[in-house]
Nanobody
Framework: QVQLVESGGGLVQPGGSLRLSCVTS????????MAWYRQAPGKERKMVAS????????NYAESVKGRFTISRDNLKNTVYLQMNILKPEDTAVYYC?????????????WGQGTKVTVSS
């Protein structure tokens, strides 16, 4: 079972910044596709950003393009989400998801989530 541990959430004013981190002890991290999702109250969970294991190619939801940056450090087994110019609508629980190689191919695993509240 792969464990992913997020941190970095909190309360921030509109226009502020936060950096989320997601770390794992899993040795195959460098081969895992990683992504950040978020779920606002009463809404479905949606992908915010993703980063590929091989090329480091990234994808972003339209709502965060130009404000959020996903990155990874394969030596530290960590994926980050730098969030700038935060808006109240960014308020949500943010989840890290990693798709790791397993005996069944590639399997997705989720972290427990970290809460981000954007409010004045």
């Amino acid at each position: 079972q792969v464990q992913l541990v997020e941190s970095g959430g909190g309360l921030v004013q509109p226009g502020g910044s936060l950096r989320l981190s997601c770390v794992t002890s899993e040795s195959t991290f460098s081969r895992a596709g990683m992504a950040w999702y978020r779920q606002a109250p009463g809404k479905e969970r949606k992908m915010v950003a993703s980063i590929s294991p091989a090329t480091g190619g990234t994808n972003y939801a339209e709502s965060v393009k130009g404000r959020f940056t996903i990155s990874r450090d394969n030596l530290k087994n960590t994926v980050y989400l730098q969030m700038n110019i935060l808006k109240p609508e960014d308020t949500a629980v943010y989840y890290c998801r990693g798709t790791f190689p397993t005996n069944n191919g590639f399997t997705p695993f989720w972290g427990q989530g970290t809460k981000v509240t954007v409010s004045s």
